[in-house]
């Protein structure tokens, strides 16, 4: 089957170098078209809604979201699309959290560090698993059939299906975990590939 994958990278300002590197070193079969877009803004809400906007007119099937402090593995992509389901992430540790992992596990939709999964009980379920079904996930690598787009805006009437959301008492939820909510709301199901932990590139200053 002809997969056609749109990689957003949605930024700030900057994109490592190695984020991009990671990225042209992918290997994926002869059947996978790619093209990467770098979307700039420091509204995080319009750069991803930005991308679905463009991988739904392209006719793409796929959306990879990659962060721009990411290096993704070298059949990151392929591993994901292989997994054939409508959303695949990868994980990684959670910056500034060090056994936290980015991956939570509350089936009531809360997200806060309760129920983040540990680094340490994700590296042994990749000894006897190879993926998980989580609640939700912060978007460092995700692949999304943009199928699951449409079906969404159909369903809420509106298109723009990344927006955080913010309370009275100051808390929030981010963007990201936002559309996790949402797309669970609507019967679609959130898989890790156990096998993609992925990583922060941390630049050390002196």
């Known amino acids: 089957m ?3 994958v749109l990689i957003a990278i949605p930024c700030g300002d900057k994109v490592e170098n190695e984020c991009i590197e990671s990225i042209y070193n992918q290997q994926f079969s002869s059947n996978v078209y790619t093209k990467l877009k770098i979307i700039r803004g420091y509204n995080i809400d319009n750069s991803r809604n930005k991308g679905v906007e463009i991988a739904i007119n392209g006719d793409y099937t796929h959306l990879f979201f990659v962060d721009s402090d990411q290096i993704i593995n070298e059949f990151t992509l392929q591993n994901l699309i292989n997994a054939n389901v ?3 992430t990868t994980w990684t540790k959670r910056r500034g959290a060090n056994t936290k992992s980015n991956l939570f596990f509350n089936n009531e939709g809360s997200y806060d560090d309760k129920h983040n999964y540990e680094v340490a009980d994700i590296e042994n379920m990749r000894k006897h698993a190879t ?20 079906d969404i805006m159909e369903k809420i009437l509106d298109t723009q299906v990344y927006r955080s959301i913010w309370y009275p008492d100051g808390t929030g939820l981010s963007e990201d975990l936002a559309f996790c909510s949402i797309a669970r709301e609507h019967g679609y199901e959130i898989i890790a590939i156990l096998n993609e932990r992925i990583a922060h590139i ?3 200053i002196l």
């Open 86 to 88: 409508d959303i695949a």
């Open 202 to 204: 941390d630049k050390v």
């Open 2 to 4: 002809y997969r056609k």
């Open 131 to 150: 993926s998980l079904k989580v609640t939700g996930v912060g978007m460092s690598g995700i692949l999304i059939k943009v199928d699951v787009f449409k």
